[in-house]
């Protein structure tokens, strides 16, 4: 699956086995050990920072071994007619209240 030909990864499931539509968290992953290459992350939880650990849903939140992890907010991946999956952009703020209603996001 790709989003704008970068591939798309399920962080929940690393070999794509179980991703299915559904509404997910979105991440830009840099590996710099690799050049900088660049995927996405789906995760059904969302990203938090590596220090504070706190809940991230847009901008950066830390980098270990060389690898950068950014939220981009969610998205929500649904089948077409053709039953292929599709990727469109979803209320981060929304998904968050539906899967951690007691979470407040700092500041």
């Given at each position: ?41 789906l995760s ?32 929500e ?31």
């Open positions: 699956m790709r989003i704008n030909k970068i591939e798309v990864r399920d962080s929940d499931s690393p070999w794509n086995e179980n991703l299915a539509p559904g509404r997910y968290f979105l991440a830009l992953v840099c590996d710099e050990n690799r050049g900088c290459a660049e995927h996405y992350n059904t939880r969302p990203f938090r920072t590596n220090r504070s650990h706190e809940v991230k849903l847009q901008g950066w939140c830390g980098t270990t071994n060389n690898v950068s992890v950014t939220a981009r907010g969610a998205v991946v649904y089948q077409d007619k053709a039953e292929r999956l599709r990727v469109r952009h979803f209320d981060a703020q929304a998904l968050l209240d539906e899967v951690s209603p007691d979470n407040e996001l700092a500041e």
